[in-house]
């Protein structure tokens, strides 16, 4: 089986799972970020300012720490990108062999699968084509003329 190098034309090839994964990582990065706010306000407000108001803590956490703030917000971007790339070794297989599967049960020829060099895998892509080598095709066989003169 070789093996290929090509490039997805596609970012997102299964909005479902990648969908969902992407979704799941935006909110745990925001989560992080919240947590880490708070974590600070309230580090600021016991340790180093034990007399202020909370609201004046919260603005003096904001002013210091808005670098932090600002470096994390534009990183979820990059997380989400990076998730997104990831998630295209495992999701564009799978919508390959998916693809491959429909057509057999239609009964169209089938090629052999190849999946690109970095993709997840690659035992299921050999496993697949071993199995459509041994198989007979799945397309139906037109009747024989005996066999059609017999049901008239």
Do not use: Y
């Not at 297989?93 to 690109?116: C, E, K, S, W, Y």
Request: with cysteine; charged share 20%; glycine share 4%.
């Amino acid at each position: 089986m070789s093996q290929t190098k090509s490039r997805r034309s596609r970012t997102l090839v299964d909005r479902e799972v990648q969908g969902s994964l992407l979704r799941k990582i935006a909110i745990h990065w925001i989560a992080f970020f919240v947590c880490n706010a708070i974590a600070l306000t309230i580090w600021i407000r016991l340790f180093e300012q034990p007399d202020a108001d909370w609201g004046q803590t919260f603005v003096d956490t904001m002013q210091r720490f808005m670098p932090f703030f600002v470096i994390t917000m534009a990183l979820i971007p990059a997380f989400v990108w990076d998730t997104l790339k990831l998630t295209n070794r495992f999701a564009g297989p799978i919508l390959r062999l998916r693809n491959a599967l429909a057509d057999v049960r239609n009964g169209r020829a089938v090629t052999p699968l190849q999946f690109r060099n970095d993709d997840f895998w690659q035992h299921i892509a050999a496993d697949f084509n071993a199995v459509i080598e041994r198989v007979p095709t799945a397309m139906p066989a037109a009747p024989s003329p005996s066999a059609a003169e017999g049901e008239a």
